[in-house]
């Protein structure tokens, strides 16, 4: 696993570099977590992937959005793919390093064929001369794979012999919380077999960097320039590009969205390719421009001291499950339902769990990041936090607050479970970029009010 410094750089320290020879693809993993406690090197499979070819493709598509940033494209370092073992399938995470795109491959049963050592989440290395082997990598005979060497192997060796030090953007962080939280509102809005998801995909706009819809159409999709109902939002369609090289192996396309009605804006949007026994799923933000850092969708959990308390009885009960019931979570914790799913969004916020459109459920995952640290890199809930410590939120009735900021009086009202305020930033986002510093102040003060009652 990565480990990061107060200036927001990862080191990845590795006993040998990750390589394929003669059919073994070794990854080589840095320190994780796992099932059985911390490890150095932990060693989670080691068998058979079913279909090399697609496999590799895969993984090289994973590694292209890693090192790809999508709004003003410059050089890059290379950021390591994230590994989970949950037992039953392998899980592989990257995001751009824009921060508006998200990818992660699953490795499923049906494409495994070996043993698990153990589950956990790790870093693997993914370097120059193995994403070259990938390449040439075709057909359809099994390839070996070890995710991680065994124990004899690496104290063999004579200490780590890779180390790589990238810088770890601060919004590249925030974006693992924020699109567990964006996605877990989605449902499926249309599924392509492939030969038609293949013309789809083919047909789009090179270059494109607009806003754009999807709607079902017969057996394909149609791009509009407006949202309808049952619309998908398709932000930049040149952010699929690492699609194009996989759709040779592809059984179908599904497309997942929130429900939109004409007028609303641009929305986030997940595309899932289903491989044989495989599927590779890319998230897009809103909008080109728009990293998933700064959509707010986690700040609601992160002001809640109760959902932070919840989340440390809840972060015990799980052990790298592929699939998190809220329901049985929830008999097991002794909690309501509702404060179950809010201490999943707060485990979110320090990369704990993830989320499955395609199963439609959480997984359990652990990163490196202190969710302290990922609360303290958003300035919104830093600056709402100083307006409630300094008395600068003042309720004139249940519903209706004033907070006063930089001399000015913001009114914040709370109806039908929903808030507004007068401020500039809710009336250019209307709420869809999270709240805004007033509501979030507004709030912290009256779930304090809240709690002092109950007690």
Not at 406 to 430: I, L, Q, Y
Request: neutral net charge.
């Amino acid at each position: 696993m990565a480990t990061t410094t107060a200036a927001g750089a990862a080191s990845y320290t590795y006993a040998r570099a990750s390589g394929l020879d003669d059919g073994l693809l070794g990854l080589s993993t840095s320190g994780g977590t796992t099932s059985s406690g911390a490890r150095p090197h932990p060693r989670f499979f080691s068998g058979l992937l079913i279909q090399a070819a697609p496999a590799a493709a895969s993984l090289l598509a994973l590694a292209e959005v890693a090192r790809t940033r999508y709004f003003q494209p410059r050089p890059t370092a290379f950021r390591d793919p994230v590994v989970t073992c949950n037992g039953d399938r392998l899980r592989m995470e990257s995001f751009s390093a824009c921060g508006g795109v998200y990818a992660r491959l699953d490795v499923l049963e049906a494409a495994m064929d070996g043993e698990v050592h153990d589950r956990g989440t790790t870093n693997v290395d993914v370097n120059d001369p193995l994403r070259e082997a990938l390449a040439r990598v075709g057909g359809s005979d099994p390839l070996h794979l070890a995710v991680g060497a065994d124990e004899v192997a690496v104290t063999t060796l004579d200490g780590a012999v890779v180390e790589k030090k990238v810088p770890l953007p601060d919004r590249w962080l925030r974006g693992f919380a924020e699109v567990q939280v964006i996605t877990a509102g989605f449902d499926p809005r249309a599924e392509l077999r492939a030969p038609d998801a293949v013309r789809f995909l083919r047909s789009l706009p090179k270059r494109a960097r607009d806003v754009l819809w999807v709607v079902p159409a017969g057996r394909t999709l149609r791009l509009t320039s407006r949202p309808v109902p049952g619309a998908v939002c398709l932000a930049g369609p040149d952010r699929l590009q690492t699609l194009l090289p996989l759709l040779r192996f592809a059984v179908a396309l599904r497309v997942y969205g929130p429900s939109v009605t004409a007028g609303d804006g641009p929305t986030a949007s997940v595309w899932e390719l289903e491989l044989p026994g495989m599927r590779y799923v890319l998230t897009l933000s809103p909008e080109i421009s728009r990293g998933f850092s700064g959509e707010g969708a986690v700040l609601d959990a992160l002001a809640a001291d109760e959902a932070a308390a919840d989340a440390d009885l809840l972060g015990a009960l799980l052990s790298f499950e592929a699939r998190v019931d809220p329901d049985l979570l929830s008999e097991r914790a002794g909690l309501p339902l509702d404060r179950t799913k809010a201490a999943l969004t707060q485990l979110g916020t320090s990369g704990r769990v993830g989320f499955d459109a395609a199963e439609a459920a959480f997984f359990h995952r652990e990163l490196p990041y202190d969710p302290e640290r990922v609360a303290s890199l958003n300035p919104r809930l830093r600056s709402a936090r100083a307006l409630a410590a300094e008395g600068a939120v003042r309720f004139t009735g249940d519903d209706t607050a004033v907070v006063l900021s930089n001399g000015s009086e913001r009114r914040v009202r709370f109806k039908d479970g929903k808030a507004t305020c007068t401020c500039p930033w809710w009336f250019d986002h209307r709420g869809e970029r999270g709240p805004c510093k007033h509501v979030l102040a507004a709030t912290i003060v009256r779930r304090e009010t809240l709690a002092e009652v109950v007690r």
